[in-house]
Every structure is written in structure tokens, then in C-alpha cells.
């Protein structure tokens, strides 16, 4: 006896409904090393056009982050894309080595750096760097990105410094590079410069105070009793002052109260009468701030001249608009007291203790100094008011404790000389997305120039020498030899060697009559040595330069960007990118920022532990990167789903090939049916639109459109309609070779397009296809994606396959509806009748579509006449349902009149009864 069932052409595959990706994935990525696989897919694209996107350092130190995860994914994906998609793509990571936080490791582990040598310590910080070096690569990794992981690039390299020393070379010889004793911000917790890229900001609350300077010599321009009010939220730094800045073009008034007379901008006379309380006051005299020029006043509690000059820095948004000045702690400050010839005087120490300049105070930390002052300015009658408030103040992003404007000697880039270059080299770059072109620009337009001195002992030594007489000794010739020295040896030598030892041999100097020679002890800005991976990573490997592209978190707009436009622009005259593009910041779930204090920080491991890496990345596919984006166990939870549903048709797809050759079996486009050519068509314009947003970036339009397509076009449409032909029908029939062969060309394109996002389920996927002698590679990452071919019947395909479709949908509306009713259970079950007219009632009469098939229905009839009263009308037609005549088939379980009609096979229908003979006899 027949078993109906055992004759079903089932699906077959070993291909796991469940991807187990925390346990398999490993595996998967110790296959990938076993084959050396970023090594085969470079031999294989030898010789194709080169795209560069050049990888932007993390810092060596601690677990990697979510935000991480992003960054590292979104490179993977796009040098993926690449690859499979006509170029070559060599992909070189790399990390940020020096710096104040390895040296805060250190001493947080019991290192007592003062204990030793600069040299051993130098030398102990390299090793912690390896070795978080070595934890960031497992788990970066484990995230499944493919690079040069056993030779990536590491600032602390030897090569690397050396390019680094040859940049600052370049940057001197053109006269970028100067030594100046100007305001810079300072961490008294860091003891060190910083610069802008180092700074975030916090609120804190800060003294506000008004203060009264007296008239020493008042150039008979105003009453000589009068006094100048300024107002500051920094008393510490009146120790300081030497000047009171006023706008040359503001009027400014005389003010007469009832005990005294004050100058203040005529235009903020009320609000600071309001707010020092005035009760009754009178304006008695008006003089332009210009005719104020070089009047002197009084420091209210030293012995010392305060100078009146003038400044376009002056505004009257805030305070009295008389502003006072300390040259050594601000930026206005120190431009327009050099013009006016006053010294730059800045009487805090390292750790921000006042020196002996400031009498009175002197060994006082700066902060602690603002009561003694205002109690100060108060014995003397200076303190015309006293009120605190809460603003944003400028704080150290490594100790997390305030900074401060202080003047010292620091080596400065100009950024000034140049500064039309680097703005037009911003303007020649390709933003994604676009508002970055305005934000760099801006940030460009309006920086000083770069401090890049660096009082710390572990980084990158300033290769300047300083002869007897002070001068400092950068020359062609040291550069050269520095850099050799550095390349041989390390920068480590700086610190092992006399100045004399590290000097070309036979060096001489005017300055140095006596051969004597010291060295500059400071070290180079961290930004300084990834600003140079242009030159210590694609110059020095011959890899393609500019790069193509940059891509980091929108605050390096102000980092990496920033530093490496300005060292490229200076050695040579333009960007070393081509494009850059930027991601926002990872939140939690309810959109706050992630911080350990909270508790709400996602950990990309645990989430790999729990979901896997595939998950992860999936994720990163399906956000809008370009804004700050949001992650929760939840959202992962539904990202898993979509997962799941992308896997399980893999698995169904595969199943339906499992006896399809495509080389043998395969039916040509023109003899497909037209169902199949439409959804071949869709195929076409999915991956028209998958190619288009990968090249452009946008993974969340490669998401949405894969995922649409798999629940709408396979799942809900075609794969539902497949089983009928695909199961039921013999193997070479010709409409299950048709649906075949586009079931297998849907497949092979999802899975090479999806390999950007989820490798190890698409390469696990191959394997199979591999095993089953479909496909050569060894591997989907050594293939390309397929190109979009195009028939010349797509349009009219759409246009009617999109009304046949509608039709559809009405047609599974009212099955719904009359399972609901009970008239029928499966829709197997059911007879359809459409009532349609015109165009529709033609369309639905077409001899070559099995309507019935595509309802998945056993029977289906269209009729012109008028509906009964009982049909239920729809959007496009009215339909009844009722139950089909006939008997169900034992096999392929659809109601006809012909069960029983075949006396050998009395249990199924006249169709399966002619398979089962044909073939199964």
C-alpha cells in the first residue's frame, strides 16, 4: 500500500531552525582563522580598485563598550560590502597607546612612578597597553570583524613614532611649529596642557562677584573719583589681574549713586543698578569707550597699575561691560593685553597652588583661594556684590575634576598659518551625514592654535634640542636622525640617552660654543600621535592615501578629525580623507546616557553570551547610526525576532533545493511563469535597493528591505503558494523547476547580501550549499554579490501582478472572515467566487494564472454578473466563500471531484494520482 505522504517532495535540510550563535560562532570564527580567510579574500580581489577606510584608534585600555561594538560593526559592514562588490579592501586596525589614563592604571595598581626611572616606568606602561590591547582584540573579534588583527597598527610602534617624528619635521621646517608662554587649558588634577578634544563640561557652582577698581590716573576723561565695576565668576584669578578691557565703540556711563560713582556700558546701567541694589542712582556723565583708552586704575588689594584697554572681545550680553583682564588666564585676555605690551602674568603652579606672585595666598589651591579673596576684596571695599550660581564650566575627560586657563610655556601647532588650506580641504570632503561639513568647518574656523606639549612621561618625546644659549634646535637634520634612532629603537631611547648621545655625531651649534646640549622633556598631545596614522599606517604600509574614508562617533569632529586634517593639510596640503562619516552616541532604552552609577550600561559580551554576535550586528543594521541610538535587552529581544525570521527562511529556502542543480534544473527567465517572474523582479529590485543604500551607508534601508521582503514577498506570498507545487509535484515538473530556480537564485542573493550584517549565520548558511556541491567557495565572504539583471517585461509585470496581488489580499480578507463565521477551517477547505468587473473581471480570467493556487484555495471561479446580496464586498471586488465539492486528497489534502476517479489510487485527486504513477510506481 502507498504511503501518500512518504511520495511529498518535503523540504530537506540539515540547516538548524535554531542558530545557537553564543556556542556556534566561535566555532564559526575558528574556521575563519583555520582558513586564513581576510588573507584569501585579498588574494582574490588582488588587483581590483582599492578602497581604504581607515580605522580610527581606541584607546588601549579597559572592556570594550556598546559604543564600541557600533563603531567597530559599521566599519566591518561597509569594507564587507566592499569587498564583495568589486574592490579591494585591506582593513587595518588599530589602537591609541599613549597617555594620561595608562599612567593613572598604573598608579591605581601600586606603580610608584617616582620610584624609578622615566624609562621603567615608560617601559611598564607598554606592557599594560599589550595587554589591553590583547583583551580589546578578542572581544572586537568576537564580534566577528574581519581585519589584520595579527598586524594592526599601535601608536607605540616604532615605525609609527618614527612617521610621527617625521610629521612634526615637516610642521617645524614649514614654521607651524612655536614655542609661547600663552593661556592654554590646564588640569592642575593631570598636572598637564590639554587640548579642546580633551575637555568636557559639567555644571558647577561658581561664585559671582561685582568689584570695584578705584582711578589712579584718570587723563582728565572722567571724574577722578569714580570707579570702574567689573564682574567676574573667577575671583581666584584677580591675583592676576593687570588690566580692565571696555568696547571701543559702546557708550559708556558715569553713574553717581548715593555714596560713590561708577563706569559701566551705558546700555546695562538698570540691570546692574537691579542688581546691586541701588535705590536711587543719576547717569552724569556719557563718553565713548574709546576716550577710556589707557586710563589707569587701581587693583583693588595690590600695590599694582590695572590698565583700561580696548577690545572687540567686549560685549554687553553679561556683566558691566567692563571686563576685567588677567593675561594669564584667558584667551581675550592674553590677545589684548599683548598689544598693549603688559606681561603675561599667571601666578598658579602645576598643581594649582598660587607661587610667590601672588602674595597673601601664596600655596593656596586655586578653588579653595575664591573665599579668602572675595573675604579679601570685602576688608578693602572693593566687593560691591556677592551671589553664586550654576553654569556650565569646562572639566579634565580623564579625572573628571576642573580645568583652568593658565598661561605656560607650552609647543604650539599653528593652526592660523593655515587655517584657508584646512578650511578648503573641509569644503573637498564628502559628509555623512551632511550637517558634519558645517560642524567641522565651523569647529576649524574658530580653534586657536593646537597646544600639542604635554607634561607627562608616557608618549611620543618632542624631538627638539635646546642649545646653551636656550635656542631651540629643530632642524632637517635631527628630525632625520631622530626618526631613525626612533625606528630602531622605540621612542624609549629619548629617555635612555643624553641630548649629545641622541645628536647626529659630530653635531654643532652657534648657540652651543662649548658642544653642550639639552633636550625638551615634554611629550607629544595624544592627538598628535593618531593625527599622524595617516603617514605611520597607510604611507608606511603603501596602502592608499587619502583615505577613502574616516568613520567615528560625531565627537571626533573635534578629535581624530580635527588632529589629522591639520598634520595632512600641513605636510601636504590636503585631507587624508576623502569622506567622513559619523555615528551618534548609544543610550539606553528610555534614551539616557549609559553610566555604571545608573546601572544601565549594556556590556557587547554579555549580549554575545546571550544572543550572539550576529544579534548585535543585526542591531547596528536596524538603527538610524547617523543620530544618537538607543539599546535595551527588549529591543534586542525584538531585533532576535526579526533574526529568527530571516534564519528560518534561509532554512526554508535551502530545504526546497535540496534536488535542484542549478546548472541542470535551472528554468530560463522567459519560461518561468509569470508568477515567477514577478517575484523574480522583486528579487531584482530588492537587491537594487540593498546595493544602493550599502553604497551610501544606510544599513537600516538594507534591513527594512531584506526583512519586508522576507514577510511580505517569501513568507505571506510566494513560499505559502510554493508548498502546492514544490511539495506536491513531481520532481521534474516544470512549474516546481520554475519556482525552484527562483527559490535558489533568492536565496544565494540574500544570503551574499546579508553576509555584511550577520557573517557566521550567511557563512553557516554556504556551508551547506558547499557540502551539497552548489557552490564552489568555500566561503560566502570569497564571492560577490550579484548583479541586478533586468528584463524588459518588468513594468508590465508590476503594474499588473501589483492589481492581481490587491485582489488577493481581498480574497484572504474574506477567508479570514468565513473561518471567523466557521463556514470553513483551513482555506484548503474553501470555494472562492469573485464578482468583478472591466479590467479586474478580465485580469482574473487570465487561463494562465491558477487563481486557486494563489488563494491557496480548491476552487476558484470569477463571475461578471451582479453580486448576491451575501458577498461581501471588499476594496476591488465582492466575494463569497463556501464550502468546496468533492472529497479531500489524501495527499496534497485540497477538496475535488475527482478523489476516487483513479480505482488504483482511490484516496487522492486525478493530479496526484498522475505523480504518484509517473513517478512513484
Not at 124 to 137: F, M, S, T, V
Not at 228 to 246: R, Y
Not at 389 to 396: I, K
Request: with cysteine; net charge negative.
Amino acid at each position: 500500500m502507498v504511503e501518500y505522504k512518504d511520495t511529498l517532495l518535503m523540504p530537506k535540510t540539515d540547516f538548524p531552525m535554531r542558530g545557537n550563535l553564543p556556542a556556534n560562532e566561535p566555532k564559526m570564527q575558528e574556521k575563519w582563522d583555520g582558513m586564513n580567510i581576510n588573507q584569501l579574500q585579498l588574494e582574490r580581489t588582488k588587483g581590483r580598485p582599492e578602497f581604504m577606510l581607515h580605522d580610527g584608534p581606541p584607546y588601549a585600555n579597559g572592556d570594550i563598550h556598546i559604543g564600541h561594538a557600533l563603531n567597530k560593526v559599521l566599519k566591518d559592514m561597509i569594507t564587507r560590502h566592499r569587498s564583495m562588490t568589486g574592490y579591494y579592501v585591506e582593513y587595518v586596525p588599530g589602537w591609541d597607546t599613549h597617555g594620561l589614563p595608562i599612567e593613572q592604571a598604573l598608579t591605581n595598581k601600586g606603580v610608584k612612578r617616582k620610584e624609578m626611572s622615566i624609562a621603567e616606568f615608560r617601559q611598564l606602561c607598554e606592557e599594560y597597553a599589550y595587554e589591553q590591547i590583547d583583551n580589546q582584540r578578542a572581544q572586537f573579534r568576537r564580534l566577528g570583524v574581519r581585519g589584520d588583527w595579527e598586524n594592526p597598527y599601535i601608536t607605540l610602534k616604532p615605525a609609527f613614532e618614527a612617521r610621527q617624528i617625521e610629521v612634526f619635521g615637516r610642521m617645524a621646517e614649514k614654521g607651524y611649529i612655536y614655542k609661547g608662554l600663552k593661556p592654554v587649558y590646564w588640569s592642575p588634577s593631570s598636572e598637564s596642557a590639554l587640548a579642546e578634544a580633551e575637555i568636557e563640561y559639567k555644571d558647577v557652582k561658581s561664585p559671582s562677584i561685582y568689584v570695584s577698581f578705584a582711578i589712579k590716573d584718570a587723563k582728565g576723561v572722567v571724574p577722578a573719583d569714580a570707579k570702574f565695576i567689573i564682574w567676574t565668576t573667577t575671583p581666584w584669578t584677580l591675583p592676576a589681574n593687570l588690566g580692565i578691557s571696555v568696547n571701543p565703540e559702546f557708550v559708556y556711563a558715569v553713574v553717581e549713586t548715593a555714596t560713590k560713582k561708577f563706569i559701566i556700558a551705558k546700555e546695562l546701567v538698570e540691570t546692574v543698578a537691579t542688581t546691586l541694589g541701588w535705590e536711587t542712582y543719576e547717569v552724569v556723565q556719557e563718553v565713548k569707550g574709546e576716550a577710556l583708552d589707557r586710563i589707569v586704575a587701581q587693583h583693588p588689594f595690590y600695590d599694582r597699575d590695572s590698565l583700561v584697554m580696548v577690545g572687540e572681545h567686549v560685549t554687553a550680553e553679561a556683566g558691566t561691560g567692563c571686563v576685567h583682564t588677567a593675561p594669564g588666564h584667558g584667551e581675550d585676555d592674553y590677545q589684548v593685553s599683548k598689544l598693549y605690551g603688559l606681561p603675561i602674568l599667571s601666578p598658579v603652579d602645576n598643581s594649582g597652588c598660587y607661587t610667590d606672585e601672588a602674595p597673601g595666598f601664596e600655596g593656596v589651591f586655586y578653588n579653595d583661594a575664591n573665599k579668602l579673596i572675595t573675604e579679601k576684596l570685602a576688608e578693602v571695599g572693593a566687593l560691591e556684590k556677592l551671589d553664586f550660581f550654576t553654569h556650565s564650566y569646562p572639566h579634565d575627560w580623564r579625572t573628571k575634576k576642573p580645568v583652568i586657563y593658565r598661561a605656560t610655556p607650552q609647543w604650539f601647532a599653528s593652526v592660523d598659518a593655515f587655517r584657508d588650506e584646512l578650511l578648503a580641504a573641509v569644503k573637498e570632503t564628502e559628509f555623512t551625514p551632511a550637517w558634519g561639513e558645517t560642524r567641522l568647518y565651523n569647529m576649524i574656523r574658530d580653534r586657536g592654535d593646537w597646544v600639542i606639549s604635554r607634561q607627562r612621561a608616557w608618549g611620543v618625546p618632542i624631538p627638539i634640542f635646546y642649545a646653551e644659549n636656550g635656542e631651540p634646535i629643530i632642524t632637517p637634520e635631527t628630525i632625520a636622525h631622530i626618526s631613525k634612532l626612533f625606528r630602531e629603537h622605540g621612542s624609549n631611547i629619548w629617555f635612555q640617552k643624553t641630548a649629545k648621545e641622541l645628536l647626529p655625531e659630530g653635531f654643532t651649534h652657534a648657540g652651543s660654543p662649548n658642544g653642550e646640549f639639552t633636550k625638551e622633556n615634554d611629550i607629544m598631545d595624544v592627538w598628535f600621535d593618531s593625527g599622524s596614522s595617516h603617514q605611520g599606517v597607510l604611507v608606511e604600509r603603501g596602502m592608499k592615501y587619502p583615505a577613502d574614508l574616516y568613520l567615528e562617533g560625531s565627537d571626533q569632529h573635534r578629535g581624530w578629525f580635527n588632529s589629522s586634517l591639520i598634520t595632512s593639510v600641513a605636510i601636504n596640503g590636503y585631507a587624508p580623507y576623502k569622506g567622513l562619516l559619523t555615528h551618534g552616541f548609544v543610550l539606553d532604552g528610555e534614551g539616557r546616557k549609559m553610566s555604571k552609577s545608573l546601572g544601565n550600561t549594556i556590556v557587547p559580551q554579555k549580549v554575545m553570551d546571550q544572543y550572539g554576535a550576529d544579534i548585535l550586528r543585526l542591531w547596528v543594521a536596524s538603527v538610524d547610526y547617523t543620530s544618537d541610538v538607543r539599546i535595551s535587552m527588549d529591543m534586542l529581544k525584538q531585533v532576535s525576532e526579526v533574526y529568527r525570521k530571516i534564519r528560518n527562511t534561509f532554512r526554508f529556502l535551502h530545504g526546497n533545493v535540496a534536488d535542484f542543480n542549478p546548472e541542470a534544473d535551472r528554468v530560463a527567465y522567459a519560461d518561468l511563469r509569470e508568477m515567477d517572474q514577478y517575484v523574480y523582479m522583486r528579487l531584482q529590485d530588492v537587491l537594487k535597493t540593498v546595493r544602493a543604500a550599502y553604497d551610501r551607508y544606510d544599513f537600516a534601508a538594507v534591513y527594512h528591505a531584506v526583512n519586508n521582503f522576507v514577510a511580505v514577498e517569501l513568507s505571506s506570498f510566494y513560499l505559502d503558494i510554493a508548498k502546492d507545487v514544490v511539495y506536491i509535484e513531481g520532481y521534474d515538473n516544470k512549474d516546481r523547476r520554475a519556482m525552484q530556480t527562483v527559490i535558489y537564485d533568492t536565496l544565494l542573493t540574500l544570503v551574499k547580501v546579508m553576509t555584511p550584517i550577520i557573517p557566521h549565520t550567511t557563512d553557516e548558511m554556504w556551508s551547506y550549499l558547499h557540502e551539497q556541491g552548489v557552490v564552489e567557495e568555500d566561503s560566502v565572504q570569497l564571492t560577490d554579490f550579484p548583479e541586478v539583471v533586468e528584463q524588459a517585461n518588468y513594468d508590465a509585470l508590476r503594474t499588473k501582478w501589483t492589481q492581481i496581488i490587491e485582489v488577493r489580499d481581498d480574497v484572504l480578507k474574506a477567508l479570514e472572515e468565513a473561518r471567523n463565521a466557521k463556514t470553513i477551517g483551513k482555506s484548503l477547505e474553501a470555494k472562492v467566487t469573485v464578482y468583478a468587473k472591466d479590467t479586474i473581471a478580465t485580469l482574473l480570467q487570465d487561463a494562465n494564472i491558477d487563481f486557486a493556487q494563489l488563494a491557496i484555495v480548491s476552487a476558484f471561479e470569477v463571475s461578471t454578473e451582479e453580486a448576491p446580496a451575501h458577498a461581501l464586498t471588499l476594496e476591488h471586488v465582492a466575494i463569497v466563500v463556501e464550502k468546496a465539492t468533492g472529497e479531500k486528497c489524501e495527499r496534497c489534502w485540497s477538496i475535488s471531484e475527482t478523489v476516487g476517479a483513479n480505482e488504483a489510487h482511490p484516496t487522492v485527486c486525478s493530479r496526484c494520482a498522475s505523480v504518484v504513477e509517473n513517478y512513484y510506481a
